[in-house]
């Protein structure tokens, strides 16, 4: 399976901290504990992983920040990109004598201008075309790129997965739009209808992405609303 490059990076920081947990978690005897706070223990396992993946990442893009659980937050030059990391240990947890562990790593991305975004296209005939025009006009002007793949609950289920960075479209039913939105609240993403509400399945609208994402997008689509109602209003009448 062919990754992203940022993916493959994130990937390779992985397998390699998780070698040094599967040492670290079979030695259990000679493990450092110390406490971090009530009922809440770090180990020594975790340091370590915590600090390979930051290795591994700093060489790949040396100017993201990094935001981790043991270590804490490092500022980098590139403000717009920051990597969090949570190395989970399982140091209690073991089936058939074998360590559970896990490492989690996203990449926080704050800018716009690399995002992908995916949207609805009214038919002729249905829905509001010109308002639909400014939007999409908006957003290829905000965007890296725009996608059209034709089923709502396929675009939030790549929301919740990463694959896109935000999706917005109109004129949905509510079995559109159910499974979808859970998938994107479960992942840790925002979901609303267009006026930024919660009455999605009511109004048959959806705006989802990372928070950053879902806030530019909602205020994008209102500007792009605002200028189509103005065109509107300043168009010449029928005689």
């Known amino acids: 399976m062919q990754h992203s490059a940022v993916l493959n990076v994130m990937i390779k920081a992985a397998h390699r901290a998780a070698r040094s947990l599967k040492r670290d978690l079979g030695e259990l005897e000679h493990l450092q504990v110390s406490l971090k ?3 809440n223990f770090v180990t020594a396992a975790d340091h370590r992983a915590e600090a390979i993946v930051r290795e591994e990442l700093a060489k790949a893009r040396p100017d993201y920040g990094f935001l981790g659980e043991e270590g804490g937050t490092q500022p980098g030059t590139d403000k717009t ?3 969090i990391v949570d190395p ?12 559970h562990f896990a490492i989690a790593i996203a990449l926080e991305r704050n800018g716009t201008v690399d995002a992908i975004v995916a949207c609805g296209l009214p038919h002729y005939g249905r829905g509001d075309l010109a308002l639909a025009r400014n939007e999409i006009a908006a957003a290829q002007r905000a965007f890296a790129g725009l996608r059209r793949y034709g089923a709502a609950t396929l675009d939030l289920a790549w929301i919740a997965a990463g694959r896109l960075d935000a999706y917005w479209e109109r004129d949905l039913s509510p079995w559109d739009l159910a499974a979808g939105s859970l998938l994107v609240r479960e992942a840790g993403g925002f979901v609303s209808d267009i006026d930024g509400g919660d009455a999605i399945l009511q109004k048959g609208s959806v705006v989802a992405g990372n928070e950053t994402m879902h806030r530019e997008l909602l205020r994008l689509l209102r500007d792009a609303g605002k200028t189509a109602g103005q065109e509107a209003a300043a168009a010449p009448t029928a005689p």
């Not at 989970?88 to 360590?99: K, Q, S």
């Open 88 to 99: 989970l240990d399982g140091t209690t947890n073991f089936l058939h004598g074998i360590p």
């Open 37 to 39: 706070g009530p009922r």
């Open 81 to 83: 990109h920051r990597w």
